[in-house]
């Protein structure tokens, strides 16, 4: 089964048409430093809690240095949406302000890491595909199981017909 009647997210509609626009075509075209480098954002590597930083026009990500490069894929995914998406310090803001910027930072790394454009040319129904999938896009396998559990979840909305 591939996405016989899946209906796209507007968020994932935007992260594919950035995407394509920038001429991400494939998993190997979604580096770190070159999806920092087209949002004209500094990506660093230190031994210390990954963060997003703007002093100015000056923009940094910091990724964790001790984790795996896997993982360190996640948390730039998950820091560029605070990057392109939020505004404010979260140390000082509402928590439930802190929390929907969290979930939408979920949202935005499913869909940024794992990209419509592209996984739509693989096979849902293989039994391997979670797997496949954390080796091809270099992300961690709950990352995919999240994000095969949500394609299989999203209500299927039938076409109409203009008679």
């Given at each position: 089964?591939?996405?016989?009647?899946?209906?796209?997210?507007?968020?994932?509609?935007?992260?594919?048409?950035?995407?394509?626009?920038?001429?991400?075509?494939?998993?190997?075209?979604?580096?770190?430093?070159?999806?920092g480098?087209?949002?004209?954002?500094?990506?660093?590597?230190?031994?210390?809690?990954?963060?997003?930083?703007?002093?100015?026009?000056?923009?940094?990500?910091?990724?964790?240095?001790?984790?795996?490069?896997?993982?360190?894929?996640?948390?730039?995914?998950?820091?560029?949406?605070?990057?392109?998406?939020?505004?404010?310090?979260?140390?000082?803001?509402?928590?439930?302000?802190?929390?929907?910027?969290?979930?939408?930072?979920?949202?935005?790394?499913?869909y940024?890491?794992?990209?419509?454009?592209?996984?739509?040319?693989?096979?849902?129904?293989?039994?391997?595909?979670?797997d496949?999938?954390?080796?091809?896009?270099?992300?961690?396998?709950?990352?995919?199981?999240?994000?095969?559990?949500?394609?299989?979840r999203?209500?299927?909305?039938?076409?109409?017909?203009?008679?």
């Amino acid at each position: 089964m591939k996405f016989p009647c899946y209906t796209t997210t507007i968020l994932e509609d935007l992260i594919t048409q950035w995407y394509k626009n920038h001429n991400f075509k494939e998993p190997t075209d979604l580096s770190v430093h070159n999806i920092g480098f087209e949002n004209k954002i500094f990506v660093n590597f230190r031994p210390t809690q990954a963060s997003y930083m703007k002093l100015g026009k000056f923009q940094e990500i910091v990724l964790d240095s001790r984790l795996p490069q896997i993982n360190q894929r996640e948390q730039f995914f998950h820091e560029l949406c605070h990057a392109l998406r939020h505004a404010g310090r979260q140390l000082i803001m509402p928590e439930d302000f802190y929390e929907l910027q969290e979930r939408d930072a979920r949202h935005f790394t499913l869909y940024a890491s794992l990209p419509y454009h592209m996984i739509k040319e693989y096979t849902l129904s293989d039994p391997e595909i979670i797997d496949v999938w954390s080796r091809d896009f270099n992300i961690p396998l709950d990352v995919c199981q999240e994000r095969l559990e949500r394609i299989k979840r999203r209500p299927i909305v039938p076409v109409k017909t203009i008679l």
